[in-house]
């Protein structure tokens, strides 16, 4: 057996949960100590207690001392069989032969007790049935309930039982399985929605690691490449003895490098959520150390201003991702035009696009990167397209993004 995996609720102290772990055993989870193995033999043997009727029975001396000796040496054997197959059964490895050889024991033993012995022993049939129950595959459960239920028919006729204990024992052996294949499939169920929870949780927590790399990416690709400008003009400055002006570059750096660090903490703690006109004013200083312009009509930042969040955080991201590339890929780009229009669908939805394009030598045949990517699935959560390729003429790079006009409104007064 496995240690125990020790789980406590909140509002508990550690050594509590460690012991409450120790007994619980929650339907369709594994056993994972021994002591959790103690306890649900404990409960499954309580359900022998039904052997009562053919235990008075021998204590009633109506058999003789051979009688007696082989019905006890019965019950014995079967309670021994049944505690094995609840053993095995809770052990993560099953063995199905032993299983076979164990639930066929104890269908022998309640034939031979009960022709032996008489009627009283019929109640083993009863066990025995749940027992076939808890190792029949489902597709022939059935069809084995229905066979106990006619052997246990049988040996009642055999014996010369009465019809009511024929039938009574007949149909509380059927209905006993019927019952218990019911609780197999039902902890069966329960297995597979704790595995899928489990699975939905691991996704989550995928998915969360996904949205973190990609803000990461986006807000230090843009950051450092900045910075690498920054530190490249300070040092042509320092060479050509400008020390204000590498002053000014230098800080320059500590200010970006200070959002830097500000930006990743909220985006660690999931709160960074970009807008257009933040964006816009970056994106103009980021350009202009790159020594490109930065072409935008001043009302773009109010286009869409009923625009909702996330919609507009991700033409936020495509306004961040655009101007980065151009900063680190837009070799011998001057110019750098930023516009905004409305589009209207087949479908009758209605699409804000954001156009960013360049004048530079264009992306050539590399292949799309990390950003790039991380940006379309972005405007994918949010029902949005991207769209790059070579500017007008085949010059320069253009970046695309659409999203669909939902607009939010505003809260009706109390």
């Given at each position: 057996?496995?240690?125990?995996?020790?789980?406590?609720?909140?509002?508990?102290?550690?050594?509590?949960?460690?012991?409450?772990?120790?007994?619980?055993?929650?339907?369709?989870?594994?056993?994972?100590?021994?002591?959790?193995?103690?306890?649900?033999?404990?409960?499954?043997?309580?359900?022998?207690?039904?052997?009562?009727?053919?235990?008075?029975?021998?204590?009633?001396?109506?058999?003789?001392?051979?009688?007696?000796?082989?019905?006890?040496?019965?019950?014995?054997?079967?309670?021994?069989?049944?505690?094995?197959?609840?053993?095995?059964?809770?052990?993560?490895?099953?063995?199905?032969?032993?299983?076979?050889?164990?639930?066929?024991?104890?269908?022998?033993?309640?034939?031979?007790?009960?022709?032996?012995?008489?009627?009283?022993?019929?109640?083993?049939?009863?066990?025995?049935?749940?027992?076939?129950?808890?190792?029949?595959?489902?597709?022939?459960?059935?069809?084995?309930?229905?066979?106990?239920?006619?052997?246990?028919?049988?040996?009642?006729?055999?014996?010369?039982?009465?019809?009511?204990?024929?039938?009574?024992?007949?149909?509380?052996?059927?209905?006993?399985?019927?019952?218990?294949?019911?609780?197999?499939?039902?902890?069966?169920?329960?297995?597979?929605?704790?595995?899928?929870?489990?699975?939905?949780?691991?996704?989550?927590?995928?998915?969360?690691?996904?949205?973190?790399?990609?803000?990461?990416?986006?807000?230090?690709?843009?950051?450092?490449?900045?910075?690498?400008?920054?530190?490249?003009?300070?040092?042509?400055?320092?060479?050509?003895?400008?020390?204000?002006?590498?002053?000014?570059?230098?800080?320059?750096?500590?200010?970006?490098?200070?959002?830097?660090?500000?930006?990743?903490?909220?985006?660690?703690?999931?709160?960074?959520?970009?807008?257009?006109?933040?964006?816009?004013?970056?994106?103009?200083?980021?350009?202009?150390?790159?020594?490109?312009?930065?072409?935008?009509a001043p009302e773009l930042v109010d286009s869409w201003p009923s625009l909702a969040d996330e919609e507009s955080g991700a033409l936020a991201w495509a306004l961040r991702e655009a101007v980065t590339n151009v900063v680190r890929h837009g070799e011998g780009a001057t110019v750098c035009t930023v516009t905004a229009d409305?589009?209207?669908?087949?479908?009758?939805?209605?699409?804000?696009?954001?156009?960013?394009?360049?004048?530079?030598?264009?992306?050539?045949?590399?292949?799309?990167?990390?950003?790039?990517?991380?940006?379309?699935?972005?405007?994918?959560?949010?029902?949005?397209?991207?769209?790059?390729?070579?500017?007008?003429?085949?010059?320069?790079?253009?970046?695309?993004?659409?999203?669909?006009?939902?607009?939010?409104?505003?809260?009706?007064?109390?």
């Open positions: 057996m496995s240690s125990t995996r020790h789980t406590h609720r909140p509002d508990e102290p550690p050594e509590v949960g460690v012991a409450r772990a120790s007994f619980l055993n929650v339907p369709g989870s594994p056993i994972e100590s021994r002591r959790q193995l103690l306890v649900k033999v404990a409960w499954m043997t309580l359900w022998m207690l039904y052997l009562a009727y053919p235990a008075s029975d021998l204590l009633h001396g109506r058999h003789g001392t051979a009688g007696t000796a082989f019905g006890w040496c019965c019950l014995a054997t079967f309670m021994v069989a049944y505690v094995l197959l609840v053993i095995f059964r809770s052990q993560a490895g099953m063995r199905p032969r032993a299983c076979l050889v164990i639930v066929t024991t104890m269908i022998g033993l309640a034939v031979a007790a009960s022709v032996v012995l008489g009627g009283a022993f019929l109640t083993l049939f009863i066990y025995a049935s749940v027992c076939v129950a808890i190792i029949a595959p489902a597709r022939y459960a059935l069809h084995a309930l229905v066979a106990m239920a006619a052997l246990t028919a049988a040996v009642g006729a055999g014996i010369g039982a009465g019809a009511d204990d024929i039938s009574t024992f007949a149909l509380s052996a059927f209905l006993s399985g019927v019952a218990m294949t019911g609780l197999q499939r039902l902890v069966a169920t329960m297995k597979e929605l704790r595995e899928a929870r489990a699975a939905v949780a691991h996704l989550a927590a995928s998915e969360e690691r996904l949205r973190l790399a990609r803000d990461l990416h986006d807000l230090l690709g843009h950051s450092l490449s900045l910075i690498t400008l920054k530190s490249e003009l300070a040092g042509r400055f320092m060479d050509a003895g400008k020390d204000e002006a590498a002053r000014a570059q230098v800080a320059d750096i500590e200010q970006v490098a200070r959002q830097s660090l500000i930006d990743v903490r909220e985006a660690v703690t999931g709160f960074r959520r970009p807008t257009l006109p933040v964006e816009l004013a970056a994106a103009r200083t980021a350009l202009g150390t790159a020594q490109v312009r930065l072409e935008a409305e589009r209207w669908e087949a479908n009758g939805e209605r699409y804000a696009v954001l156009e960013i394009t360049d004048n530079g030598r264009g992306p050539g045949k590399s292949q799309p990167g990390n950003g790039l990517s991380g940006l379309e699935e972005r405007l994918a959560l949010v029902g949005g397209r991207l769209e790059t390729g070579p500017g007008e003429r085949g010059k320069g790079f253009r970046l695309r993004a659409s999203v669909p006009l939902r607009t939010v409104s505003a809260p009706n007064p109390l």
